[in-house]
């Protein structure tokens, strides 16, 4: 058997601002890079949330799909930087300010 752990994730965000409601919105596209050179591409949907909220709807879909166990603590929920740091995973994220959806 295939030993099959992250080692890598990449985390695009694109966020958007809307003048009708004055909030800012965010998507995210997800690259996973397994140990055995496999890759696995996600999509965090449409989300509310400003600055790197997007970071948090990454994680909410590794946690969907399975490939991550998300840690609570007093303090609240782990967020992906502390995730990858805790399985010695590289991260590597970028958001875009786009004009529209």
């Known amino acids: ?19 009708t409601y004055g909030n800012t919105y965010h ?7 397994f140990s055995d050179g496999t890759e696995s591409k996600l999509y965090a949907d449409y989300a509310y949330g400003y ?6 709807s990454a994680l ?4 969907s799909a399975g490939l991550a166990t998300v840690l609570q603590t007093q303090y609240g929920r782990e967020t992906l930087r ?3 740091t805790r399985n010695d995973v590289t991260l590597v994220y970028r958001a875009l300010d786009v004009k529209r959806r």
Do not use: H, P
């Not at 600055?51 to 948090?56: G, R, T, V």
């Not at 909410?60 to 946690?63: A, P, V």
């Open 1 to 19: 058997m295939t030993d099959r752990t992250i080692t890598k994730i990449q985390v695009l965000g694109r966020r958007w601002f809307s003048t």
């Open 27 to 33: 998507v995210a596209d997800i690259w996973v890079t």
């Open 51 to 56: 600055d790197n909220q997007y970071l948090e």
């Open 60 to 63: 909410n879909e590794l946690e």
């Open 82 to 84: 502390l995730w990858c």
